[in-house]
C-alpha cells in the first residue's frame, strides 16, 4: 500500500485548504484561523534573547488527537527561531516561539503549520 507521500507520482499530498491571519498586539495574543494549514504572522514586538511567547490558536478544524506541525516559514532572522505546537484539544492548540538568538528581535515572523489527522484505538 502507497503511504500518502507516494500516492500521487512521488508529489506530497495533504490539506487542500489553506488560512492566513495576523497577530492583532502582541506575540501572545492568540488568533482564530479555521484551516487544515496556513500561515499565521506574528506581531512585531519584541522577543528577548532566550525568551518563550506561546499563544493560543482558535481552530475549528482540530481534534484533541491530530497532530499540529509548526516551523518559522519567513520573514525574520533565519534560523533564530523555535516553533513548537502544544495542548492539542477539540477546536484549538498552542503555539510556542522560542528566541534561539543572543539579542532582542522585534520581527512579524511567519508560521507555517499544518493540522495532520490523528486517532486514537
Do not use: C, R, W
Not at 516553533?83 to 484539544?89: E, I, K, P, Y
Amino acid at each position: 500500500m502507497a503511504s500518502i507521500f507516494e500516492a500521487t507520482a512521488g508529489k506530497l499530498i495533504g490539506p487542500t485548504t489553506g488560512g492566513t491571519v495576523t497577530q492583532a498586539s502582541n506575540k501572545t495574543t492568540g488568533v482564530t484561523i479555521n484551516a487544515a494549514s496556513g500561515q499565521i504572522t506574528m506581531n512585531g514586538a519584541a522577543l528577548g534573547a532566550g525568551a518563550e511567547a506561546t499563544f493560543a490558536v482558535t481552530n475549528s478544524e482540530v481534534a484533541a488527537t491530530d497532530v499540529v506541525v509548526a516551523v518559522h516559514g519567513s520573514a525574520g532572522t533565519a534560523g533564530s527561531y523555535l516553533v513548537q505546537a502544544s495542548t492539542m484539544a477539540a477546536g484549538s492548540f498552542n503555539l510556542t516561539v522560542s528566541n534561539v538568538s543572543a539579542g532582542s528581535l522585534s520581527e512579524a515572523i511567519v508560521i507555517n503549520f499544518v493540522a495532520l489527522k490523528g486517532a486514537s484505538s
